[in-house]
């Protein structure tokens, strides 16, 4: 079957940099280490804010092998050479028809060889370090950033080294912060500015919340668990903008923008999840990047750091006031996700993506083997200019849209449902677990899983769906003559089971006839 599209939607460039300049104060990023976690694993997790109606998808890349000066290019003509083989891998693209073109834009994933990589946090820096050191436009920009990491590296400390070998010979675009994991070590890396950039290796002991700020202070560069530009101090010293602090370069003081009240209320948000300590106001307190939580961290509190509003304290958006109070949940999340490493496990059962296509408030994460599959469900990929019934994304936006309008009659039933669904996701993940251990043929079960954890969370969100509509046109015509009086319960009539799963034999681009 194919679609007709109306209107020809280009791949231009400009149409790039308008979905580029959106993701102003967008996304925020977690980091747990394996020692504060509550099950030993190490974590790290983002949002991805940038619009509130844009088909995601969730894709393998095969693995692939390459003729000696074939280039991976992208439509701001950055071109880098392919390595002979580059590795399968996952990911989280937005549609190509909003102006992306033929560049995937990653975004979030695992390799094959348990490598994790999240890398779109976009960051600011001052005028003076701009000014110094300008963003090269043919340069390396968030949307190419995670595929070529995940499809190159053999580690998560390889990642951060091929990203700052890229920066170094053809410049960064824009400023950006990235985190990749493997079963030994965490990264964390930022971009400054057009040349310059700092990553360290992030301790097992800590945890952080990253909004769109760069959060590193004072390093010892010469740290072998540092990676650094070779004109990272100097050119900061040069051009008189270099602050010191305990004779160390303070990278935040000297590179960064001036902190935003949207930044520091986010973090402020997700430590009161993360057992973090809190400041009596989020607004006067300079942040650092790493604290000690002061309980251990599961996932589920990972999950629900993407989905605060603030709830129960003065900073709450349910508030008349607080309307504009920047929010770790918002509409604009696009697709939500936690790469998991679990210890004492083989690597294609460790690594678990959980994964919301979707704003997470009123739809759940879901685990998949993302190291070994190598094929998810026709409603994962389904790339579609404008909303569609076969789409993940669209079954978790539509329920979402319609939830958000009436929190309190039936928004939160909706949480409250998804909240439940997820403790079971959870509790039954040694199941699955069991299920990738006795099979022989890993990839083939982890692929099974997916399908059927996908297709059943879908038609969950459809069952759902129907009843909230039903329910609102109902309530709309008893409140005429009953005066509110009608509850919302979630019964899922019918079964979400005897829904007739939404596996479709169309193709998973839209295509012009």
């Known amino acids: 079957m194919k679609f007709k599209i109306l209107t020809r939607i280009a791949s231009a460039v400009s149409a790039i940099i308008i979905l580029a300049t959106s993701s102003a104060s967008a996304c925020t990023g977690v980091y747990v280490g394996k020692d504060v976690s509550a099950d030993g694993s190490v974590m790290i997790a983002r949002t991805e804010d940038i619009a509130s109606a844009n088909s995601k998808r969730f894709i393998v890349h095969p693995a692939a092998d390459h003729a000696e000066g074939e280039c991976y290019t992208d439509v701001f003509h950055m071109s880098v050479p392919y390595p002979a083989h580059t590795y399968r891998y996952t990911a989280t693209p937005a549609s190509a028809f909003r102006g992306i073109g033929s560049t995937p834009y990653g975004a979030a994933g695992f390799n094959e060889l348990g490598v994790a990589a999240t890398s779109t946090i976009t960051a600011y820096p001052n005028e003076k370090a701009i000014e110094a050191d300008p963003f090269v436009t043919t340069g ?37 912060i990235i985190m990749t994991a493997d079963e030994n070590e965490a990264w964390y890396m930022e971009i400054y500015t ?159 993506m959980w994964l919301c296509l979707g704003n997470a408030e009123f739809a759940p994460y879901l685990p998949y083997y993302a190291s070994a599959i190598t094929q998810t469900p026709a409603i994962c990929t389904l790339d579609t200019p404008g909303y569609s019934e076969h789409s993940m994304y669209w079954a978790n936006r539509s329920l979402s849209t319609i939830s958000a309008t009436n929190r309190t009659l039936y928004g939160n039933k909706i949480k409250e449902f998804y909240n439940e669904y997820e403790k079971k996701l959870i509790a039954n993940l040694p199941e699955m677990d069991a299920e990738m251990e006795k099979s022989v043929t890993k990839s083939h079960t982890a692929n099974v899983l997916c399908k059927n954890v996908a297709h059943d969370a879908f038609n969950k969100s459809k069952a759902l769906y129907a009843e909230l509509i039903e329910f609102i046109a109902l309530y709309e015509g008893e409140d005429e003559t009953k005066g509110n009086k009608l509850k919302f319960e979630i019964e899922l009539k019918p079964e979400p089971e005897k829904i007739p799963s939404y596996t479709t034999s169309e193709p998973t681009t839209v295509t012009e006839e």
């Not at 595929?147 to 170094?168: C, K, P, Q």
């Not at 301790?203 to 990676?227: C, K, Q, R």
Request: glycine share 6%; aromatic share 6%.
């Open 140 to 176: 390396l920009h968030e949307l190419s950033a995670n595929d070529i990491i995940l499809s190159r590296a053999t580690s998560a400390r390889h990642g951060i080294e091929i990203v700052a070998e890229i920066v170094d010979t053809y410049g960064s675009g824009e400023g950006n």
């Open 194 to 352: 057009g040349h310059q950039y700092a990553a360290i290796k992030l301790p097992d002991d800590m945890a952080a919340v990253i909004p769109n700020a760069y959060m590193l202070g004072e390093i010892d560069v010469d740290s072998p668990d540092v990676i650094v530009s070779e004109n990272l101090v100097n050119l900061a010293k040069s051009h008189r903008f270099l602050v010191e602090t305990n004779g160390k370069i303070n990278l935040r003081k000297t590179y960064a923008e001036k902190e935003k009240d949207s930044n520091s209320i986010r973090i402020w948000g997700g430590k009161r999840l993360l057992h973090g300590t809190l400041s009596t106001d989020p607004y006067k307190t300079e942040y650092t990047l790493l604290f000690k939580p002061t309980e251990k961290i599961t996932v589920k509190d990972v999950m629900d750091v993407s989905r605060t509003r603030y709830e129960n304290s003065k900073y709450c958006l349910d508030i008349p006031g607080n309307k504009y109070i920047r929010a770790i949940s918002t509409a604009r999340q696009e697709e939500c996700h936690i790469l998991q490493l679990r210890p004492d496990l083989p690597q294609e059962t460790a690594c678990v």
